[in-house]
């Protein structure tokens, strides 16, 4: 497991998302009102893009005509088919036994701190002013 | 008369031959778009009265779709304009990366396919069916123009096949699959004739409403439920054109079911078969069990792909149905739509794939 | 008979109200004068012409008069045919599809009471639905209530077609009264002509009429899905009959894709449509429309996964089979014998109350 800097925090607006490369693999990054979230990009089901997804809030509900939200925008919903996926976990909410899209730990660090290492910068390099978004992998 | 394949040989004859994608859906980049392919006297009254379906919304089905523009949240053009709007980015996000060698295309928005003055109908499928060359398919070789036409105006309707069957560019016929009344009606018959004539399929997309509910219990309320009674539909569509004598009295007539799945034909097949056994006096008209007709004049297209629960059954329905009946399909842009990399969830030979991605679809249109 | 010496629970038959001058014994006085006076009679469904061949087997017809009428046919030939041990009467009479709330309700009732008097009386092995005046929920609560007593009476019977899908919540009050006291709700092919037969309008033949309600059957069952039906009565069953069932495999791989993608529509639908449907959903064994090879029926019932879906029926005197053949090919023995009692002793919990 290694610590990657994927993004500058600026990058990623709240509520929006970016799509990085690391080692190789799409990952998509979400800013949910300054929380990051990473998830393996390819929807386990059919393929779709999880950085195009929208981030819901969970629906529930005790009894017909009721609908409960919870976890404001914690549920990503791929941009095909609809799947929800915990963004905290990557579960489906469906079929969480079969079906879960990787998750990452993410961590936001001063570049003070990184600059200590050890991490792996693939794409930019890090300053020491700045925050970075860093996945662990 | 029979020219055969409307298709040209537009791309190089050594090219490897890729998918044929049967269901992509152009969008205009606004609904004015429209107005330079109407004529004066449509075009006001577009502006004045304008497009008039059987629900209650001007600019809504009763059932709202599950995302804007019942479209894939990572298909909107960063140009601008809806999804599907783009020609640059079509080719982009989906001909390019799929290897699509053939998209036949699908315009729902607007339409004149179940618009209720049936003069306006007529004109608006004219203009659909003018724009889909100006705007894509002169532009994009790739790209299959549809004979759109409001099957409620039968005599319309057979002369818009006639205008556009040698158009080199339209290469299927499509209607409102839930229109007045259901399409194995001699109402329609003319048309059957006239596609039957010019060797062009009936290409039919789930689309348009009657205005009776979607299924004989009464009007579902939710858009989960509209979502397959809009494919049970299609079964009965399916149905109804067997057993009211279209293929008997058709015999060359070719029909693509598209936006339905297939799975559910095997089972339609039998209880036709089982009916039929008891009601063959009723139905004189027809000399064979309808399953025959269903292996011999209808194909279906793959989207929303049939998901079983294990890929083993997935087999024994095409089995059951046809390896030669089921033609790949995206669906794009929208929201349900399924790509080839992913979607076909079953064992398969090379040659079964690509039977199913483009084979199939080439022999049915007449593609060499 | 060929079922391993096992007297089967055949869980549809159907006596037939030879006219409506049988029922006014069972009406009270208003609605005798007004049904006397108005000359108000032949309520038989259209789905059953009764010359039509589906309606009656040619070894089954009558020489005289509608089939399913005749009590003594109906026990020679159904009861002693099929040494049924007990068998589930659905009268498909034209209560439930009167448009005047009022007379629909009096002629289900006059249909339970003339059912109580002219058949389960003569015939201990006879059972019945109770027919409901679905037009007026209201009503149809108060003809449950009315019937319930009487342990013969062990459904709840309702047409597939009716004004509005079957679950919304209108019907929610039936589905209550059914639930508490045990009584299954049995939907049964019929239709009161509130909409085309399909969902792309009125089809020409009657062929049509009857194939069509795989369809509608279809629909319904999403309706209820959707709704909330189940989780709402959380221990009410849901008898599909004369439906065929082939259908079934990949109407629920499509139920649950699409739960799968909209649920938060519906999100009181908490578990995959088929894992409920598979639970909560019984269906008779004919039409059942089979492929024409036995190790397609058996791959069938494999892909449902459900041998405790299926229930035995003859659909008397409807002409589905030949002879004793009311088992369709590729049913294995052990799924028959369940098919045969065990299925219909779990479903219909008053069925066992005289069994035991």
Redo the contacts between chains.
């Keep these: 497991m290694a610590r990657h800097v994927v993004a500058t925090t600026g990058e990623i607006a709240p509520g929006s998302s970016k799509l990085v490369t690391v080692r190789g693999r799409s990952v998509a990054l979400f800013n949910r009102d300054g929380e990051y979230f990473a998830i393996s990009n390819t929807c386990p089901?059919?393929?779709?893009?999880l950085c195009?997804?929208?981030l819901?809030s969970l629906?529930?509900?005790?009894?017909?005509?009721?609908?409960?939200l919870s976890r404001r925008g914690e549920m990503l919903q791929c941009?095909?088919?609809?799947?929800?996926f915990d963004i905290r976990t990557g579960q489906s909410?469906?079929?969480p036994e079969s079906f879960r899209a990787r998750a990452y730990q993410v961590t936001v660090e001063p570049g003070e701190t990184l600059a200590k290492g050890p991490y792996v910068a693939e794409t930019f390099p890090v300053a020491v002013e700045g925050e970075y978004v860093v996945v662990e992998f | 008369m029979n020219d055969g394949p409307v298709m040209q040989a537009e791309r190089p004859a050594a090219q490897k031959i890729g998918m044929i994608d049967c269901d992509i859906h152009p969008m205009m980049r606004s609904p004015a778009d429209v107005l330079p392919y109407l004529s004066t006297r449509w075009r006001e009254h577009y502006q004045t009265i304008g497009p008039r379906y059987r629900q209650p919304f001007l600019g809504s089905s009763a059932y709202p779709k599950a995302t804007p523009q019942l479209s894939r949240r990572d298909s909107w053009p960063p140009a601008g304009g809806p999804p599907g709007s783009d020609l640059d980015f079509m080719r982009e996000q989906h001909l390019d990366p799929l290897g699509i060698e053939l998209g036949m295309l699908q315009p729902l928005f607007p339409r004149g396919m179940d618009e209720r003055n049936l003069d306006f109908a007529a004109a608006m499928c004219r203009a659909v069916n003018d724009w889909q060359v100006e705007a894509w398919t002169s532009k994009e070789p790739r790209l299959k123009a549809n004979i759109t036409v409001a099957c409620d105006n039968p005599i319309a309707a057979v002369e818009e096949i006639e205008r556009c069957a040698k158009s080199g560019h339209h290469v299927q016929v499509s209607f409102a699959t839930r229109a007045i009344e259901p399409l194995g009606s001699r109402k329609y018959w003319p048309i059957y004739e006239a596609a039957e004539r010019h060797n062009l399929p009936l290409g039919l997309h789930s689309v348009g409403n009657n205005g009776n509910a979607v299924q004989p219990g009464g009007a579902p309320s939710y858009y989960f439920e509209e979502h397959q009674c809009v494919s049970l539909s299609l079964h009965a569509m399916v149905a109804s054109m067997v057993i009211e004598g279209v293929f008997e009295a058709f015999p060359q007539l070719k029909l693509i079911v598209i936006e339905g799945g297939f799975a559910w034909a095997a089972s339609l097949g039998w209880r036709l078969d089982a009916h039929w056994q008891r009601f063959r006096a009723e139905v004189p008209h027809l000399k064979r069990p309808p399953s025959e007709y269903l292996r011999r004049n209808v194909w279906y297209t793959t989207q929303p792909m049939d998901e079983a629960e294990k890929p083993a059954y997935l087999r024994d329905m095409i089995d059951w149905v046809g390896w030669d009946r089921v033609l790949f399909a995206t669906d794009y842009p929208h929201w349900d739509s399924d790509d080839p990399r992913f979607s076909l969830k079953l064992r398969m030979s090379e040659d079964e794939r690509a039977q199913i991605l483009g084979g199939n679809a080439r022999a049915l249109f007449g593609i060499a | 008979m060929g079922f391993d010496g096992l007297m089967p629970i055949d869980c549809d038959i159907h006596p037939a109200v030879p006219g409506m001058q049988a029922l006014l014994p069972y009406i009270d006085d208003h609605w005798r004068e007004t049904i006397i006076s108005r000359g108000i009679d032949g309520l038989d469904l259209n789905l059953y012409p009764p010359g039509a061949e589906i309606s009656c087997r040619p070894d089954w017809r009558p020489e005289s008069g509608k089939p399913g009428t005749s009590f003594e046919q109906l026990r020679t030939q159904a009861l002693d045919g099929f040494g049924a041990r007990i068998a589930i009467c659905n009268c498909l009479y034209g209560g439930p599809a009167m448009y005047s709330e009022d007379l629909g309700a009096a002629i289900c009732r006059a249909t339970n009471l003339w059912m109580a008097r002219e058949w389960l009386d003569r015939d201990p092995r006879l059972r019945a639905s109770i027919v409901v005046p679905v037009q007026s929920p209201e009503l149809a609560v108060e003809e449950i209530e009315r019937c319930a007593p009487d342990r013969r009476f062990v459904q709840v019977l309702m047409f597939a077609a009716g004004e509005q899908p079957l679950g919304r919540r209108p019907h929610w009050p039936i589905y209550e009264a059914a639930q508490r006291h045990g009584l299954p709700i049995g939907i049964h092919a019929g239709s009161s002509h509130r909409h085309p037969n399909s969902g792309i309008g009125w089809t020409q033949y009657l062929l049509q009429d009857h194939a069509a309600f795989a369809q509608t059957f279809q629909a319904q069952l999403l309706s209820l899905l959707a709704e909330g039906v189940f989780s709402r009565f959380p221990t009410l069953k849901f008898v599909l009959m004369e439906s065929g069932f082939t259908w079934l495999p990949p109407f629920m791989w499509r139920a649950v894709k699409m739960w799968r993608g909209l649920r938060r529509e519906i999100p009181w639908v908490d578990r995959s449509p088929a894992d409920i449907i598979r639970e909560r959903v019984r269906i008779t064994i004919q039409p059942a429309d089979a492929p024409p090879d036995p190790a397609q029926m058996r791959r069938t019932l494999e892909m449902i996964g459900a041998d405790e879906m299926f229930l035995f029926s003859s659909d008397y005197p409807h002409w589905r089979f030949e002879g004793e053949a009311a088992l369709p090919g590729g049913f294995s023995p052990e799924l028959v014998r369940k098919i045969l009692v065990d299925n219909p002793l779990a479903t219909y919990p008053r069925l066992k109350e005289v069994l035991s």
Excluded: K, L, N, T
């Design positions: 089901h059919a393929g779709g893009s195009h997804g929208a819901v629906v529930q509900s005790s009894r017909p005509g009721q609908y409960e941009p095909w088919h609809g799947w929800e909410w469906c079929d």
